[in-house]
Every structure is written in C-alpha cells, then in structure tokens.
C-alpha cells in the first residue's frame, strides 16, 4: 500500500515539480537579460515573503482568495465542467455579504453575524453559478461560453448597483459594513501587524477540508466524479448527470462566492468595484497546477500567492511584470504537462463526422 | 513480349484484383489471404458476419490500410500498399457508413471541397452549384445543391457522399453499409442510380448484410469469412440461403443444451409452442408494443413485444444494427420511449429512471464496457459500486469506505477477477478482467431481471466460458435474462427461446430446440420474414 501511494504522490507532484523547473530556468534567463544575478534576485523574493511575518501575511491573505477560487474550479473540473465564472462569482460572493454585513445591527455578535454573512456569500455566488449550470442542463448551452460572458454582466450589474446606489461619495466601494466583519491574525500575533491576513484563512482551509470530504468520501461525490470521467457510464449507473451538472455549478459558484469573504468582511470591511482583481482568473491556474486535488490547490495557492506577493519585493531590480510572465509559463508548463489536459487536447484533436 | 501482353490481357480482365491479402491488429487477424476479384462495370456484393474483414479489405483497397502481405491490382496495375490519395487519383471512390461531411456548409460546398472552382483569387461558388447540379442531373442523385448538409435526411446526405465521390472522378465505387440507415423506398432509388453509374461503366463494390439485396442487386459475390474469402458467386441462380451458410459456416454450434443440465442447471419446463406474454402471470418482466425513435427519426425498436419468465434465457439473435442496442437501453432507462410497457416483477417500470429501474430488480451488462460500463480511471473496488452507490452509502451521504472495500475483495476473489488488487484503474486490466467487473458487480447483488448484451464480446476462451456458466447458474437460480449477442453460437447455446431481430422488429421467436444457425440467419438478414406476434 505504501508503494502504491507513493506512486500516486509521484504521479501527482511530477508534473508541477518540473513545471516548476522550467519556469525557474526561463526566471534565470529573464532575470539575467535585466543584468541582474538570478540567486539575488530570488532570495530577494523569498525574504520579501516567507522571509518576515509581513510578507507572509500578504501571501497567507492572497492565498486565501485564490483557495477558495482554486477549489471552486476544481471542483467544476472533476464534474466535467470549466467554470470560468468564477470571477464574477468571487464579486457577487463579495457583494451579498457586504450586503447583508450592512443590513444587520451592530449590536449582533460576530458568532450570529459572520455565519449569516458567509451564508450570503455563498448564496450570491451559487446564484451566479447556477445560471450557466442551468442553461446548460436545460439548453445544452456550453458552460465555457456562458460563464465567460456571464462574467461582463454580472461584474457591470454591480459596479452599476454600488455607483448608483450605495456607494460612498467619491469612492467606488460602499460603505463600512457594520456586523459579520472577520478579525485580522495581528490582533492576535502583532508580527503580523499591517499586513490584511485574517481568520479567512481558516475557512479557506476547512472549505478545501471539506471539497476533498465530498468529492471523495460521499455518495454525491462518487457520482460527480463519475459525471466528470464518463458521463455515459455515470448515466448507466443511475445518475442524473444534468442533476449532478446543476449541483457542481452551485456548489462551485459557492465557493467561488465565498472567496469574496477575504476581502469584504476580513480586510476592507467593504465591497469595492474591482475587489476581485483576477484571482477568479488566476483560481482556473492554481486548480490546474494544483491537479483538482483540495490539498493540490491549497499548495498552488500559496504559490502563485507568494509570486504575487513576490513580484513587489524585487521590483527594485526587475519590473515586477516578471512574476507575471513567470506565472504564465508555469501554467503553460503544467497545461502541457497534466494528463487531463493532454487527454482534452486529444479529445479536441479528433475528426468530427457528421 | 508476346507472353507479357497476354498476360497483361489476363489482368485487365480485372478492375480491382486483391491477393492473399493478410492484416494483422495486435492480436486480431483481420483478413488472412483474403482475396477479391472484381470485374469492370459489375456490382459486386462482398458480404460476411462482423468481424470477417470486409472493412479492413475494403480500408486496404482505399489506400487507408497497407497490407502486411499480397498483392493488389486495379486496371491491372499493381497498386499494393498505395496511400489514400493515390487510390482517389487513381479513381476508388469510398463512402463510409458514417458520414464525412461538414454540416454548416451547403451540399455544393461539401461535393467540391478540397476542389473549389475558383474565378481569379476566389471561389466561384455559382460554379460550384453548377457543376453539382449537372453532375446529378447525369447520375440522378437528386440533392439540393444550395442547402446546409445538416439539414438534410440522411438518404440525401447519402447522395452527397456519394456525388463527392463522383466529383473527384471515381469510377470504382466502395459503398460500406449503404442501406443501413435507409428506408425502403430510399433503398430502390439508390439501387436505380448504381444501375446507372454500372451502365455508364462504372464499377461498385457494395457491404452489406442484408442477403435479400445482395441478390436484388449484385451481379457477383464474394462471401468472407473469419478473414477468409471462402466463396465466390455469380449473383444469377443464387439465393439468400445458400449465402447465408457460406457466410455462417457449416460447423455445429460449441456448445450444446446437454451441457448446461450436466452442469446441473435445470432447464426451465417444456417451451408452449403457443406462448403469449398476456397469458402468462408469472414473468419476471414483461414488454408491450416498445417503441424507440432514432437519431435519425426512424423507428429503430419498432413495436416489441415479449416477456421472459423466471428461469429462463431469451436470446436475441440478429446482425448488429437492427434495433438491439436501442431495445436495450430503452429497457435498461437509458434511451426514452416512444410508446410501449415494460414490466418488472409485475411493476410498472416505463416512467421510471435508470436508478428506480435498479431498484425494482434490473441488472444490466451494457455491451460497451469501455463507454458504459466501466469508468476506466476508477480503481476495480469503485467500479464494483458503480450504480450500487446508494447501497454502500450511509443515511448521511457518505459511502461506507470498508463496506465497498469487503464487497470488492469477496467479488475479486468470487469472480477472479486477475490481478487480484482492487486499488488497480480498471483501464489497467485485461479485456476479460474488465468484463468479469461487469459481470460480477451486475450478477454478484440481488435481481431478478439481467439484460446481458454482447457478455462476452472480446473476451477470451476461459472467460467466456467462465460467463456462460454464471448466465446459466443465474437460470437456474431463477431469473430472467435478455441475452443479445453477435454471436449466434453463443446465443443458441444459451438461450430457452430464440427471438430474431430485424430492422427493429422481432421477426420471430422460437424454441431454441428448434432453432439452428441456418434457419435464424435467414430471419437475420431478412430474406425470411415472419411476425412473431
């Protein structure tokens, strides 16, 4: 048994680990066109990040939305589906809770309020989500395309809202919600002091907890990864595979939708046009180079985290647009690398015959 | 230089001259110095079982295929191992079973793709829809030129595949299965149009099964079998028959019915030679006027009707394509009806999901492991789940880890299913390993009825008769099995009654006793037909 989950760990880390390698090899040579010393360059980095309690708070707190994005996509992935929505979920997430965070009294504590808010949360992006979901069960519409457009409207729909009615003057984020805000780790470990990492972090954790209970221990779980393999042979064994499609963009647009919690009720205590900044985007690479695995991503995330957060200590000495291409050639490394990307390019490759 | 012309005399003799043709796949010997000799301006009718290589002949013939031994000629000249654009230059037309063609572009745009006419730097479509429509007014293949191929029926995107042929200068036409997806009235305006294209000089080599237009329409035959050319006919003073044992063999069924008693299975009592579904209170399921409408909008179970009682094996005998697989999934939940019943242990099923369906005592092996039955990247021990998983979960949600585990060590060992570790991706395993999944987490839990189709297909010696003794102790435990098999030994083997599949009909049910490989091959291919009900 041993051997055989050795094998498994292997088979799961190879691929990022040289996908890793490559993009430290193309780092060298960008870094080295700038002139500068790539070791420099790099302990730069790590001191910038896992190298002061500062800097890891940031990559703890960057970490902390692109979790939840990460797992909202994988989650997607393993029902056969490409949630690219996620993004505009992580918004709407972010919005209803600032929402609800605004309609409650003060007066309520946080141990009432905080589950309330999360609850909105979710609610806010498994509404989003279920829409493609729905269009496809229902339509045939394909996922891709809908979430990708959905995207534009939903993201329009609430600067719209929050530019025309709640905003504060001048500002384009609204105002301070007043319960269900979630504490930040310096009010218990000052070192962290300044920097936005909260408790969210700890429901990121339990939620990745929780995907790999569902996908992997529950019934539910069994058959959406069944959907995701074989829909076919899914169908033969008595399950409902549009039901189970409608199910994975709920609960993955839920996910998505409480990454929206980060930065609302941990950092901000506000919603604020543009909060999301891409993490939606960026959650499709972490669950890629993450292999859809809960734990997977939770590790992909602390990485393009701390490249992120790495991008500003280095800035001195190369343009910070490096991590950037940086991230991108990791993603383009492991997409050449996984096999269930190899398998999709395949898949795409083959005639069609009418 | 006498002796060479002669002899050049002697091929020409030939459009297309193939010998001793060999193809092997892995393990599978496709054709085994097979043979063909087709001369210019026949229609020539290759026919066998599946599997007898006529497709890989005819891949070898269209440059799609080299072949690993003999020699191939056409017009006399010798063409072996050429490629696919080879053969087009050279005039092999193909036309495949399943189409070739773009749907979103018009019927003119598909005939002269890859050929445009063009007028300076663009193409000249105008032209494009002339030259289709002089080309079939000469021919008579009437399509219409200026509509998208998908919204065409199938007999008219038949035509275009066929014009596209024509366009590129075909004069040696292969057609795989033409009438497989036509209607009969479809089938006689095609059987006019190749008389015209032979009378115009043109030679077709024609696929199919059914025996009854072999003999409408050939002018020669040749009969393959097992990879073999065993016969070779002049079409005039044949009949169905006697194509029909060339194709099936002369040799007796494997196995026979003494066998199963030997193994101690009780055969089910005396068969009534006047059986009737309605009369009979008993059945362990019960089928009323089934209908199931296609892809293509046809009626492909057309009005079945049967039941099988507990204890007994009906058998369903009948060349693939004539309805079995649809009846099948239409039975099994998977495919909606059209009209019709179906009664599991006196228990309405028709409105009931694949999920209830197995609830009420339905087990099914689908005949495509690799599709349906098997998810390839789970391990063997969740593949033994597979539909079962409301079974091993808990109120709560979760399955029940040890539970799933037990089930898959006691099945593993029960059905030895080889190698004998349950963490193994079923896609790892042998081709028989994987079916003894199925047959094990299908036939190893409670039910009452088991719809095996295609149990045994690419499977190997050991195994099949491993599940053919599990079907026949599944009989003697009482319950009912539809057996649908290619295989007609195996189906007269196994079967108590033996019912005849065709074009979407049963065209007869019979006694196994009395049933032999001859007398079904010729319901089969419908050259014999008879209501059952």
Redesign the interface.
Known sequence: ?SS?FREHLEEALFPPLVALLVALICGDLLIMSYGQSPATVYRLLLEGTWGNAYGFGQVLYKATTLIFTGLSVSLAIRAGLFNVGAESQLAAGGFVAALVGLGLSPSMPGILAIPLCLLAAAIGGSIVGAIPGWLKVKYGAHEVIVTIMLNFVVLALLNYIVAAKIHVPETLHTPEIRAGGIARLDSFIPAFHGSAANLSILIALVTAAAVW?YLF????G??M??VG??P?????????VGGIWMRAMILSGAIAGLGGINYVLGYKQYYEEGFAGGAGFLGIAVALVGRNHPLGVVLAALFFATLSQGGLAIHAFVPKQMVEVLQGVVILAVAMSVPEVRRALRQARK?V?? | MTGSATALGEREKYAIRMTGIDKTFGAVRANRGASLEVRPSEIHALVGENGAGKSTLMKILGGLQAPDAGTMEVNGRDVTGWSTSEAIAAGIGVVHQ??????TLTVAENIVLGMEPVKGMRFDYAAAVAQVEKLSKETGLAVPADRK??ELSVGE?QRVEILKTLYRGAKILVLDEPTAVLSPPEVRELWTVLRGLRDAGGTIVLITHRLDEVVEISDAITVMRAGQTVERLTTSGTTPAQIARAMVGREVALTSRDEASALGAPLTGEIEPGFHPSDDMTSAIRVADLVVIGSRNTRVVDGVTFSIRPGEILGIAGVEGNGQTELIEAL?G?RPLESGTIRINGHDVTQE???ER?QAGLS?I?EDRH????????SVT?NLV??R??EF?SRR???N?DRIRENSKAQIAEFDIRPPDG?IAARNLSGGNQQKIVIAREMGQSFGVLLASQPTRGVDVGAIEFIHTRLREARAEGKAILLVSAELKEVLALSDRVAVMYRGKFSKIIPAAEASEESLGEYMTGSKKEDAA
């Open positions: 048994m055989r209970v221990k529950s019934k539910r069994f058959e990864r069944a393999l074989q076919e042979a899914a169908e033969y064994g008595g399950v409902s005639p015959a009418a | 399943h189409f070739m063609l773009v749907p191929v998908a995107a099994a998977l999901n694949v999920a197995r099914h689908p599709h349906r039955g098997l998810i390839l990247d789970y969740d597979l539909g998983q409301e979960g949600g979760m399955l880890g963490e």
